[in-house]
């Protein structure tokens, strides 16, 4: 079975630099996504970026960007340009390509807080 | 707009009272999913369905039950609710096929479920 691994609880970065989220995975397969989903307060699960397998060039999204190791099974999240309203629970998350559920396999979550 | 819709948002209950948290999206999509939410576990999956009239376990299905009359709607229903059940949950969607373009799940904004 896949596991996604989220090690640090809790990280903390001041307002306009940047923070690396940590993530890896266990997968015996060899095509997948990987996401990164941000949950504010309101609860709401947001998505931030997503990484198919298949592609070796790291997904961006404005201020956001994945170190994708496929070899080493890791799946990195870089926030840039922190800003206060970056604060909140971050999630990593894995999905096989194939199969009947392909549910979504997530992290424990990390809490970032942004220091003004 | 593109949305997945749960009621209630919040609820709080008593043990052995039956309740249904309602789930529905207006996106035409094929699959949902029940995940629910605890500290330190991250999201697990609690039923899925593919179809109407399909439906199947996830990861933590004890005490839940399901049911996919219509493609739209996914309730979910806890028919002796115990404390060990207060929660956050969330239901999800997203479109079969169509391969690589089709790895993101869309989420309801979540209900908040205490047990007493």
């Known amino acids: 079975a896949q596991t996604v691994t989220q090690s640090q609880p809790e990280m903390s970065v001041q307002e306009a630099e940047t923070v690396t989220l940590s993530c890896t995975y266990d997968?015996?397969?060899?095509?997948?996504?990987l996401f990164w989903y941000k949950q504010p307060p309101s609860r709401q699960m947001i998505l931030v970026i997503r990484?198919?397998?298949?592609?070796?060039q790291n997904a961006t999204e404005n201020r956001f960007s994945v170190n994708f190791q496929k070899a080493a099974k890791s799946f990195s999240l870089k926030i840039s340009d922190s800003q206060l309203g970056d604060a909140a629970m971050y999630f990593c998350?894995?999905?096989?390509?194939?199969?009947?559920?392909?549910?979504?396999?997530f992290g424990k979550g990390i809490t970032l807080s942004v220091r003004p | 707009e593109a949305q997945v819709t749960q009621n209630p948002r919040y609820l709080i209950t008593v043990t052995g009272k039956k309740l249904t948290v309602t789930c529905s999206q207006n996106?035409?999509?094929?699959?949902m999913s029940w995940y629910r939410q605890d500290p330190g576990l991250g999201l697990r999956q609690i039923y899925y369905s593919m179809n109407v009239e399909v439906t199947d376990k996830g990861d933590v299905p004890e005490g839940y039950k399901v049911s996919r009359k219509e493609k739209r709607n996914f309730p979910l229903i806890l028919e002796s609710p115990s404390p060990n059940q207060t929660s956050l949950y969330f239901c999800?969607?997203?479109?079969?096929?169509?391969?690589?373009?089709?790895?993101?799940?869309?989420f309801g904004e979540g209900s908040r479920l205490t047990v007493l």
């Open positions: 990484q198919e397998a298949y592609k070796q």
């Open positions: 998350a894995y999905r096989t390509v194939t199969g009947a559920n392909s549910k979504l396999t």
């Open positions: 999800a969607s997203r479109p079969l096929g169509g391969g690589h373009l089709t790895g993101e799940l869309f």
């Open positions: 997968t015996s397969e060899s095509d997948y996504y």
């Open positions: 996106m035409n999509h094929e699959y």
